[in-house]
């Protein structure tokens, strides 16, 4: 049972699934009778290539997505969060019919308002034909511009999307015959040059080194050494931006299903699930970045999370039930592993499960579970994380909690750490809920995966859902400062502030009921904290001033500022105006 625990994959489901609606029972009763043994004996490459999954199937049919009927994109606006519709024609509206998933994302750390999106596109649902769909903004997200496939009418699957540190952008894009190649914009502008070939297999990850150290630039991806074109390697760097690829190698205990970090050294850490059944893994190399020295592993630590990763489940019949990510905090040692599981010591079928490094990755703490809802029945699913560069950490997953009796209707939940992971905020959800089994491309799922970018004032999320009556791909980015301003329905603190606009100074008035450490912060309109006006223990009526200006005391730009009010687990916001 350990052994179909971990070796229990994403092909057999596929091939099961598609051979049952060709009603081909002989195929399926034989294969049933050799899954066991096929899933103990570790997938060789013969075995597992006969029945993958990432390959094409049903064959290209050109559809012009002008003439396919439209409706209104699903765009939601709320001061803390928003939600852009990614895969929109030409004129914003949705395109019916046609479907996006396993979404990755990069946002521009030398300019946060190019954001990119990749996706698989598949132009229509009666067919599971998929591209390289990718959509871009220009202006932090607030629209998305879909240009079509890169590469239309090609086969390709399974996009990773990441920037490197000077604001290249690289899009790594799995093929018809398992080998990667990578895409990039190296100019600012939104055209594509490349592929460059980057051996690659099922399923990849890649991360680029956003450091400025000897490692700025280099390419690291890996993927599943069962779908390997270079075997017996795995693994792959490129160190002259990613125009050529180094021969693969192997990586100890071979991960699968899981990402890459690269820290403030240039240090990279990979995680996944074991292929050779030591269950969740974090591989270490500290040779990586240096172009001159091969990639060696430092170490193999073992992670705990209480138990292994959901894969054809309920939830997501044809799919996992979310991939393994791992990030670093770039202040110190810290190390993060995160991912939706199947609980080991209760019988949840799907939590959010984390577990920390203080020590670069040599030991992990005890597991910590992130969502907070009673009961073991709920999926908390495609749960996914990454680290601001001040060591926030976000979290989000898709949870069934409030979910009608026999349905899997779920919500995008959301939660985040200031504190290395110790205490985590109440978890919040970002969405509406919707059917995830809603317009399926001929593939039992929606994807494996969402992905998710974090900078000190944002999370930025790439994900699927079907609010629009279709699988679709979607933009949100959460202000974690701001989170359920919206959402008050009173003023708790009976503060006012005036005058109101103004000009040179305004008075902000409010009560606090006894001694409570109470915070009042002045935020812009893109969710920055830019001045802090008080942070102590107070009681009682309360009376401050501000001036306008940042922390710095500089006078700011006129405009709206939000003044939050923050005490003891309330708290309220004021809308003020600069003149
Ligand atoms: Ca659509
Ligand atoms: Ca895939
Ligand atoms: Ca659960």
């Known amino acids: 049972m350990v052994c179909i625990a971990y070796f229990y994959s994403e092909f057999i489901l596929t091939y099961l699934y598609k051979n049952y609606t060709m009603k081909n029972s002989l195929l399926i009763a034989a294969f049933t009778f050799l899954l066991p043994l096929a ?21 290209y049919v050109y559809v012009n997505r002008d003439l396919m009927p439209k ?47 990749g996706w698989r596109q598949f132009d229509n649902i009666s067919s599971n034909f998929r591209q390289a769909g990718y959509g871009y903004s220009t202006n932090g997200g607030a629209a998305f511009v879909f240009p079509g496939p890169i590469n239309p009418g090609v086969f390709r699957s399974d996009p990773v999307l990441d920037f490197d540190g000077e604001g290249n952008l690289y899009y790594n894009s799995l093929t018809g015959n398992f080998a990667c190649d990578v895409y990039k914009i190296e100019d600012g502008g939104v055209d594509w040059a490349g592929p460059f070939p980057a051996h690659g297999g099922d399923k990849q990850w890649m991360r680029m080194d956003r450091t ?26 490129s160190t002259d931006g990613s125009e050529t690829f180094e021969t693969c190698i192997e990586i100890d205990e071979s ?52 138990g292994s990763l959901g894969i054809g489940q309920t939830i997501n019949p044809q799919g996992l039930s979310g991939q393994t990510w791992v990030d670093v905090d770039l202040s110190n040692d810290n190390v993060y592993v995160l991912a939706t599981i199947q609980r080991f010591s209760v019988s949840d079928p799907a939590d959010v499960m984390f577990a920390k490094s203080t020590d670069g990755g040599v030991s992990f703490a005890a597991p910590v579970r992130i969502n907070t809802d009673a009961g073991t029945d709920a999926y908390q699913w495609f749960g996914t994380m990454s680290v601001a ?5 976000d979290v989000i997953w898709l949870d069934t909690r409030d ?29 509406e809920a919707f059917d995830p089994t809603i317009g399926y491309p001929q593939q039992n799922k929606m994807g494996d995966y969402f992905d998710m970018i974090s900078d000190n004032d944002f999370a930025h999320i790439a994900w699927a859902n079907t609010l629009n009556g279709g699988q679709d791909v979607y933009y949100t980015r959460i202000a974690p400062a701001l989170l359920g301003l919206d959402d008050l329905s009173r003023n708790s603190f009976g503060a006012r502030v005036s005058p109101n606009p103004f000009s040179e ?23 920055r904290k830019v001045n802090t006006l008080l942070d102590e223990t107070v009681s009682g009526n309360q009376r401050l001033s501000w001036d306008g200006t940042n922390a710095g005391g500089s006078k700011l730009n006129s405009g709206l500022y939000f003044v939050t009010i923050t005490s003891e687990g309330n708290k309220a916001s004021l809308k003020v105006i600069l003149r």
Request: proline fraction near 4%.
């Open 39 to 59: 899933v103990c004996s570790q997938n060789t490459n013969t075995e597992s290539q006969a029945i993958h999954n990432e390959v094409e199937d049903d064959p």
């Open 71 to 117: 409706s209104a994109a699903y765009n939601v606006r709320r001061s803390d969060y928003f939600t852009t519709q990614v895969n929109v024609d030409g004129a914003g509206n949705n395109i019916v019919g046609d479907a996006g998933n396993e979404p990755s994302l990069a946002v521009d750390p030398t300019n946060t308002d190019r954001i990119v999106v």
């Open 212 to 237: 400025t150290g000897i490692g700025a630039r280099n390419n690291y991806s890996n993927w599943n050494e069962s779908f390997t074109t270079c075997a017996p390697g795995y693994f792959t760097r």
């Open 255 to 306: 991960p699968r299903w899981g990402t890459l970090a690269v820290d403030a050294n240039g240090d990279l850490y990979i995680t996944g699930i074991s292929n050779n059944g030591s269950g969740i893994v974090v591989i270490k190399s500290s040779t990586a970045k240096d172009p001159g020295e091969a990639v060696t592993w430092d170490f193999v630590t073992v992670v705990d999370l209480d």
């Open 389 to 393: 560069p001040n060591g926030r950490i």
């Open 403 to 431: 979910a009608p009796s026999g349905t899997v209707d779920s919500v995008l939940y959301y939660s985040y750490s200031e504190d290395e992971g110790e205490t985590w905020t109440t978890n919040e959800p970002i969405s």
């Open 505 to 527: 100074t305004t008075i902000i008035e409010f009560s606090v009921d006894g001694d409570a450490n109470t915070r009042v912060e002045v935020y812009d309109i893109l969710g």
